[in-house]
């Protein structure tokens, strides 16, 4: 029965590849796009940060820090950005700002901390292997250190998501999937190319396999690609927007880098497995980039802020 229903499914692609082909790429743009297309109803949800039973306000403080930083960045249609509290360490973001739903950031209560005054860490519950984080623990003072960031840090954290959504980076993300499936094509002239159209079965099927392997292989490629080169341009464009956002990228990624080493710890097997000695998070898979090293922006940063303090000193 089932394999009656297999080859009957496999006469039914077969027939209608072209449409199932559109639909699919259609179906990853759409699944990819879909935090970005509606951030209100699927992101913010996501990453909202909750206090007593309601969402948490955003203070008036970092409300007004994400205003200078529009301003900052040159964001004509500020409107389009919408600022909330979000229960992360650091900034995260969605949305696309031509869109009527527009963009979300979501800023961190840790931000709201300052070196004098702590309240933005120390009250809330962050448990690690089912242990509360004590505090006054050196754990505890070596994390609440790592999660506070000044001014400079906290607008270039907040800096590089706006420009990465100024970008389009979400969209340009979104279609290597999509992309990728039209390794399908590709497949389809292979086999005209070696007569296999009306070969043996079993060839057209090692073909078949061939391209698919091929496919996932460019969509990873391409996919960690891409994630490195939008990370990097928007590290890259918030560092240069004046000397102070560049250092406090330098002290926002020092300190990244530090939370992490400490998480290290803190996580014990399960810590080394995640993170390196040096703080940057170990790829999923072994043949994957995934992530863009910190330790690789950190040096970004420090390149570009050694060329605006030249500038400054030779002007």
């Known amino acids: 029965?089932?394999?009656?229903?297999?080859?009957?499914?496999?006469?039914?692609?077969?027939?209608?590849?072209?449409?199932?082909?559109?639909?699919?790429?259609?179906?990853?743009?759409?699944?990819?796009?879909?935090?970005?297309?509606?951030?209100?109803?699927?992101?913010?949800?996501?990453?909202?940060?909750?206090?007593?039973?309601?969402?948490?306000?955003?203070?008036?403080?970092?409300?007004?820090?994400?205003?200078?930083?529009?301003?900052?960045?040159?964001?004509?249609?500020?409107?389009?950005?919408?600022?909330?509290?979000?229960?992360?360490?650091?900034?995260?973001?969605?949305?696309?700002?031509?869109?009527?739903?527009?963009?979300?950031?979501?800023?961190?209560?840790?931000?709201?901390?300052?070196?004098?005054?702590?309240?933005?860490?120390?009250?809330?519950?962050?448990?690690?292997?089912?242990?509360?984080?004590?505090?006054?623990s050196s754990e505890g003072v070596a994390l609440k250190e790592a999660l506070t960031f000044s001014l400079k840090a906290q607008k270039f954290a907040i800096a590089r998501e706006v420009v990465y959504l100024q970008n389009g980076s979400p969209l340009a993300s979104a279609v290597v999937a999509p992309t990728c499936a039209g390794t399908f094509v590709c497949g389809s002239a292979l086999k005209l190319l070696l007569g296999l159209s009306r070969g043996p079965a079993i060839l057209r099927g090692l073909c078949n396999v061939v391209t698919a392997m091929g496919g996932l292989l460019c969509y990873y490629i391409s996919s960690d690609a891409i994630t490195y080169h939008l990370d990097c341009r928007a590290d890259s464009k918030a560092a240069r927007l004046s000397k102070d956002y560049a250092s406090g990228g330098l002290e926002f990624y020092d300190k990244i880098l530090s939370r992490n080493r400490i998480f290290r710890g803190l996580m014990g097997k399960e810590g080394m497995k995640m993170y390196a000695p040096s703080g940057n998070l170990f790829p999923r898979h072994w043949f994957r980039l995934k992530y863009t090293p910190y330790t690789y922006r950190r040096t970004l940063i420090l390149n570009i802020l050694r060329e605006l303090q030249a500038s400054d000193g030779s002007a």
């Open 1 to 136: 029965m089932a394999v009656r229903f297999l080859w009957k499914a496999s006469v039914w692609v077969k027939k209608h590849k072209i449409t199932v082909l559109a639909v699919s790429c259609v179906g990853l743009l759409g699944t990819n796009l879909s935090y970005h297309v509606f951030p209100e109803q699927t992101f913010k949800l996501l990453h909202e940060c909750w206090s007593e039973g309601q969402p948490a306000e955003l203070s008036e403080k970092l409300y007004g820090v994400f205003q200078d930083v529009l301003q900052d960045a040159g964001v004509k249609s500020t409107g389009s950005y919408r600022a909330f509290a979000a229960s992360s360490f650091h900034p995260v973001s969605a949305g696309i700002p031509w869109l009527p739903e527009g963009c979300l950031v979501g800023i961190p209560p840790n931000f709201d901390s300052t070196a004098e005054d702590k309240k933005g860490i120390v009250n809330h519950v962050v448990v690690i292997n089912g242990k509360e984080i004590d505090w006054e």
